[in-house]
C-alpha cells in the first residue's frame, strides 16, 4: 500500500492499523481524519483494500474540493464514484503513465 496521497495541498499519509476502525458508531474498512490528516485502512479487509483507499480519497476530494453536489457523508454516492474510477483505473493499467506523462510534457499544475 501507498505511504501517502496527496488531494489538492493536503498530502495524507496512508496507514494500515489492526483495531477496528469506528465512524459514527459504526465498524469500517477505513476512515479520513482532515484534521490530523491521516487516511486509515484496516489491515485486515482483504481484497477491500484498493476500494476502501479510493473510497476515502473520493472523501478527500470532495472535502478538498467543496464539491457540493456530493455531499462528504453521502456513503453511497462516495462508494459509487470511487468504485467506477478504481475500475477505470484497473481495465486501463497505462492510463496513469499516460495522464502523468501528458501533464508533465504540458508542464501544468
Same mark, same amino acid.
Given at each position: 500500500?501507498?505511504?501517502?496521497?496527496?488531494?489538492?495541498?493536503?498530502?495524507?499519509?496512508?496507514?494500515?492499523?489492526?483495531?477496528? @476502525?469506528?465512524?459514527?458508531? *459504526?465498524?469500517?474498512?477505513? =476512515? %479520513? $481524519?482532515?484534521?490530523?490528516?491521516? !487516511?486509515?485502512?484496516?489491515?485486515?479487509?482483504?481484497?477491500?483494500?484498493?476500494?476502501?483507499?479510493?473510497?476515502?480519497?473520493?472523501?478527500?476530494?470532495?472535502?478538498?474540493?467543496? @464539491?457540493?453536489?456530493?455531499? *462528504?457523508?453521502?456513503?453511497? =454516492? %462516495? $462508494?459509487?464514484?470511487?468504485?467506477? !474510477?478504481?475500475?477505470?483505473?484497473?481495465?486501463?493499467?497505462?492510463?496513469?503513465?499516460?495522464?502523468?506523462?501528458?501533464?508533465?510534457?504540458?508542464?501544468?499544475?
Amino acid at each position: 500500500m501507498i505511504d501517502s496521497v496527496r488531494i489538492g495541498s493536503i498530502t495524507y499519509p496512508v496507514s494500515e492499523t489492526a483495531e477496528p @476502525i469506528i465512524v459514527d458508531n *459504526a465498524v469500517c474498512y477505513g =476512515a %479520513i $481524519d482532515y484534521v490530523k490528516p491521516l !487516511i486509515q485502512i484496516n489491515a485486515n479487509c482483504g481484497a477491500h483494500k484498493p476500494a476502501t483507499l479510493m473510497h476515502e480519497i473520493m472523501h478527500g476530494i470532495v472535502n478538498e474540493y467543496r @464539491i457540493e453536489d456530493v455531499p *462528504a457523508g453521502d456513503e453511497k =454516492a %462516495i $462508494d459509487l464514484i470511487a468504485k467506477g !474510477i478504481l475500475n477505470v483505473l484497473i481495465d486501463n493499467p497505462r492510463l496513469i503513465e499516460q495522464v502523468t506523462n501528458y501533464k508533465v510534457s504540458k508542464q501544468q499544475v
